[in-house]
């Protein structure tokens, strides 16, 4: 026997003794691409990827602002209803899809998130030469999106029946300020039933995410009496107090291991060159591998900022009246709280993508990113993020890229993982 063999009846073993999938439920890849249906589903991805391009093309052109993502949430519910499912949408906005097993009790779910980092004066025009695609957000998330839909029309064309119901879904918020609420909306209105997550997000099929990095997002926000730039001068200004904080925090040491950064990412205030500013805030983003970290460089940021006013008050040079200690005033926000967590080594879930990977000639790493996965991991709840296929670059950025070489190998790699959680109802109830 040679040593790829091994590893692979060492994965399935690995699978059948995982905790969630009971014994028949979780199938092999390679026995996934005997079954007539999933072979005729694995063989319309790779059919149709001109057809998903373009698809991604139209998803990216509808702009999804954070907080604004109900006119491209619209266009995937009419898009999630024309691959046959039953579609319809919660409170938070995320639209829902739903494809029933023949165990309903069961839910797999299959996600990708709707919202962009771009603000809505952003132009999200998508450009393109060949198999190069140009635009905000045609990456993260066109490509989870296209991928999403793709897989509900592969399964609908390939008449399969799963044995878990999945759910399809569009969701709200994942990024930045959306703080996962539409995932948390999610993982609340299931409960007991949802046993997989799968998140799609991006392109690549290199990496699966199955740490989930804990963040916390901070604003913090002082207010004085402001003034005129000459005649008030020496009064204390909430700029000077946020720089003096900025520069003290800076300076605090971070850990290589757990790894831990922080990012001074927006800062805004005052009305003009000419006036001592009534208010000015700052937004700092922190993250850790490791929670109690996170909680000691929160603890510094709070200290590091009051410190920074304190001297800015001590500091100021108008005698007298409002310019006295007290003028300033300081608040603390915390805008997000993303909760960490890990998969276990014995997940069924990871079983069944290695052994998609291995039945794919696929090598991919173990990641952690603060994803929509974050939530279940930190309940408990198996999942994972993972690109949907293709390359990309400059996420987050105007000039963001997708090119779809290689988009079948994702996709295929998606319908064998999924399938491989959520099994194929037994022949009678088809
Ligand atoms: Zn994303």
């Given at each position: 026997?040679?040593?790829?063999?091994?590893?692979?009846?060492?994965?399935?073993?690995?699978?059948?003794?995982?905790?969630?999938?009971?014994?028949?439920?979780?199938?092999?890849?390679?026995?996934?691409?005997?079954?007539?249906?999933?072979?005729?589903?694995?063989?319309?991805?790779?059919?149709?990827?001109?057809?998903?391009?373009?698809?991604?093309?139209?998803?990216?052109?509808?702009?999804?602002?954070?907080?604004?993502?109900?006119?491209?949430?619209?266009?995937l519910?009419?898009?999630?209803?024309?691959?046959?499912?039953?579609?319809?949408?919660?409170?938070?906005?995320?639209?829902?899809?739903?494809?029933?097993?023949?165990?309903?009790?069961?839910?797999?779910m299959?996600?990708?998130?709707?919202?962009?980092?771009?603000?809505?004066?952003?132009?999200?025009?998508?450009?393109?030469?060949?198999?190069?695609?140009?635009?905000?957000?045609?990456?993260?998330?066109?490509?989870?999106?296209?991928?999403?839909?793709?897989?509900?029309?592969?399964?609908?064309?390939?008449?399969?029946?799963?044995?878990?119901?999945?759910?399809?879904?569009?969701?709200?918020?994942?990024?930045?300020?959306?703080?996962?609420?539409?995932?948390?909306?999610?993982?609340?209105n299931?409960?007991?039933?949802?046993?997989?997550?799968?998140?799609?997000?991006?392109a690549?099929?290199?990496?699966?995410?199955?740490?989930?990095?804990?963040?916390?997002?901070?604003?913090?926000?002082?207010?004085?009496?402001?003034?005129?730039?000459?005649?008030?001068?020496?009064?204390?200004?909430?700029?000077d107090?946020?720089?003096?904080?900025?520069?003290?925090?800076?300076?605090?040491?971070?850990?290589?291991?757990?790894?831990?950064?922080?990012?001074?990412?927006?800062?805004?205030?005052?009305?003009?060159?000419?006036?001592?500013?009534?208010?000015?805030?700052?937004?700092?983003?922190?993250?850790?591998?490791?929670?109690?970290?996170?909680?000691?460089?929160e603890?510094?940021?709070?200290?590091?900022?009051?410190?920074?006013?304190?001297?800015?008050?001590?500091?100021?040079?108008?005698?007298?009246?409002?310019?006295?200690?007290?003028?300033?005033?300081?608040?603390?926000?915390?805008?997000?709280?993303?909760?960490?967590?890990e998969?276990?080594?014995n997940?069924?879930?990871?079983?069944?993508?290695?052994?998609?990977?291995?039945?794919?000639g696929?090598q991919?790493?173990?990641?952690?990113?603060?994803?929509?996965?974050?939530?279940?991991?930190?309940?408990?709840?198996?999942?994972?993020?993972?690109?949907?296929?293709?390359?990309?670059?400059?996420?987050?950025?105007?000039?963001?890229?997708?090119?779809?070489?290689?988009?079948?190998?994702?996709l295929?790699?998606?319908?064998?993982?999924?399938?491989?959680?959520?099994?194929?109802?037994?022949?009678?109830?088809?």
């Amino acid at each position: 026997m040679n040593l790829s063999a091994l590893c692979y009846i060492l994965l399935l073993m690995a699978g059948l003794t995982a905790r969630t999938a009971p014994l028949g439920q979780l199938r092999s890849a390679s026995q996934i691409s005997r079954d007539p249906q999933a072979a005729r589903a694995l063989a319309w991805l790779e059919k149709n990827v001109g057809a998903i391009n373009d698809e991604q093309a139209r998803i990216t052109a509808i702009p999804a602002p954070p907080f604004q993502e109900a006119a491209r949430g619209a266009y995937l519910r009419k898009l999630l209803a024309s691959a046959g499912l039953r579609v319809s949408a919660d409170k938070s906005g995320n639209i829902i899809g739903e494809l029933p097993g023949s165990n309903e009790k069961e839910v797999v779910m299959l996600t990708a998130h709707l919202d962009t980092v771009f603000p809505p004066e952003t132009v999200v025009k998508v450009k393109r030469e060949g198999t190069r695609f140009t635009g905000p957000g045609i990456s993260d998330n066109g490509t989870g999106l296209a991928a999403l839909v793709a897989l509900a029309r592969a399964l609908r064309e390939a008449k399969l029946k799963p044995e878990r119901t999945i759910l399809f879904v569009a969701d709200v918020g994942e990024e930045g300020e959306g703080n996962l609420r539409g995932m948390r909306m999610l993982v609340e209105n299931l409960k007991t039933r949802l046993k997989f997550v799968i998140a799609l997000d991006g392109a690549g099929t290199d990496y699966v995410t199955t740490k989930a990095l804990a963040s916390r997002r901070i604003e913090i926000t002082v207010t004085g009496p402001g003034g005129h730039s000459w005649s008030d001068f020496g009064l204390p200004n909430p700029i000077d107090a946020l720089a003096r904080g900025i520069t003290r925090f800076i300076r605090v040491k971070v850990q290589e291991s757990p790894r831990t950064t922080f990012n001074v990412g927006q800062i805004e205030g005052g009305t003009s060159v000419n006036s001592i500013p009534f208010r000015a805030s700052v937004k700092v983003d922190l993250r850790s591998e490791q929670g109690s970290e996170l909680e000691r460089l929160e603890g510094e940021l709070r200290q590091a900022m009051q410190s920074g006013v304190d001297e800015e008050v001590s500091a100021a040079r108008a005698p007298g009246g409002i310019g006295q200690s007290g003028a300033l005033e300081m608040n603390v926000r915390v805008l997000g709280v993303r909760p960490g967590g890990e998969l276990p080594a014995n997940s069924a879930l990871l079983a069944a993508l290695r052994d998609a990977d291995t039945f794919l000639g696929n090598q991919s790493r173990l990641e952690r990113s603060s994803t929509d996965a974050n939530i279940p991991l930190s309940m408990g709840i198996e999942a994972i993020s993972i690109g949907a296929g293709g390359t990309s670059g400059g996420a987050h950025t105007l000039s963001e890229w997708y090119d779809s070489t290689g988009r079948e190998l994702g996709l295929k790699r998606v319908l064998l993982t999924l399938i491989g959680v959520a099994g194929i109802a037994p022949g009678d109830s088809r």
